[in-house]
């Protein structure tokens, strides 16, 4: 559990991004201006992404220009990456996304309901090193690239999709790979820990490397956590062979994206439905936002309807919203 929708969560096991630009030219593009009003703020976005491992100053030959979206208190800015041109020599994953009426089909059937939300989802998807030179973006501040998924590329929803179906039904790649691929990524973290800490001690002496040339170094050529990402084992997920040894399926629950929602015919029954859930994404190391998500009540928000014993209906204020849009 996290109890902060935008805390850090930790690298889920067992999916990775990795895409697929049919080998095209890199595609550099310029950074767009950013208003000045705003560049304080991006500055300290920048920082916290930074401090927070989740991006890392780049030298890629790729570069995709930042869009500032003010949120909807019209102070606070989001940080948008426009991959257009990077998402248009994407391959597309093939992957049957859920569809919404199949989600909500029969959830009327159940008494108490769960909704549960995952923390800051696409960041917890570790990214092949291909990728992360791919990803990278430019603006006023500089040149970075993603240490972990992003918003905004083609394939990430689906790659998440993934990630959340597999870990609930229970398939890897080998019979009992699983503990093996845990213990392997436990081992590599540990050693990274070390490592940093060593990186940081040579850092404070004069003249050995450069903060940028440290940073860089630790992060793109002697991370053991991403060459096991880079593996060929990197991917659990990749043939999906049950392993019937350590994870039971989760039946009953639906899940779109990063939504996730269950139920049980009573209250013992969509605790244990809950538990079970729980028990497995804690193996899979993928985190719940704790104040996003709604535990055993008798009314729930999903996919944009409220969803009750009595039945399923859309949500008030959706409707709401789409009445008072105005004539052209």
């Not at 630009?21 to 950013?34: E, G, L, N, S």
């Not at 940081?200 to 793109?220: C, I």
Request: charged content about 20%.
């Amino acid at each position: 559990m996290i109890s902060s929708g935008n805390a850090l969560p930790p690298p889920a096991y067992g999916v990775v991004c990795d895409i697929d630009v049919q080998d095209h030219d890199p595609i550099k593009q310029r950074a767009r201006r950013v208003p000045l009003k705003h560049l304080e703020k991006l500055y300290e976005l920048l920082k916290g992404l930074l401090k927070a491992g989740l991006v890392a100053f780049s030298n890629s030959p790729w570069a995709s220009p930042i869009v500032i979206v003010l949120k909807k208190n019209g102070i606070d800015i989001r940080l948008c990456i426009d991959y257009k041109m990077v998402n248009a020599i994407t391959v597309a994953l093939e992957y049957a996304m859920p569809l919404v009426d199949d989600l909500l089909t029969e959830l009327e059937s159940y008494l108490w309901f769960c909704s549960l939300d995952a923390a800051s989802g696409f960041w917890a998807v570790m990214m092949t090193s291909r990728v992360r030179r791919i990803s990278a973006f430019v603006c006023a501040l500089g040149h970075f690239e993603w240490l972990r998924m992003p918003f905004g590329l083609k394939n990430a929803p689906v790659i998440y999709q993934r990630l959340i179906d597999n870990a609930l039904w229970g398939y890897v790649q080998p019979k009992g790979g699983w503990t093996a691929f845990a213990e392997r990524m436990c081992s590599a973290e540990s050693a990274m820990t070390a490592q940093r800490s060593r990186n940081s001690a040579m850092t404070e002496r004069p003249g050995v490397l450069t903060k940028f040339e440290a940073d860089y170094s630790a992060l793109a050529t002697s991370d053991p956590v991403q060459a096991l990402v880079n593996g060929p084992d990197g991917d659990m997920f990749s043939s999906g062979e049950p392993d019937e040894s350590s994870h039971v399926p989760v039946f009953g629950r639906r899940s779109s994206v990063d939504d996730i929602c269950l139920g049980g015919v009573d209250f013992d029954d969509c605790l244990e439905t809950l538990d079970r859930l729980l028990t497995l994404f804690a193996e899979c190391r993928i985190s719940v936002s704790f104040t996003e998500s709604i535990f055993v009540q008798p009314k729930v928000d999903f996919l944009s309807h409220v969803v009750t014993p009595e039945g399923i209906s859309a949500d008030p204020k959706k409707l709401t919203s789409i009445a008072e849009i105005p004539f052209p």
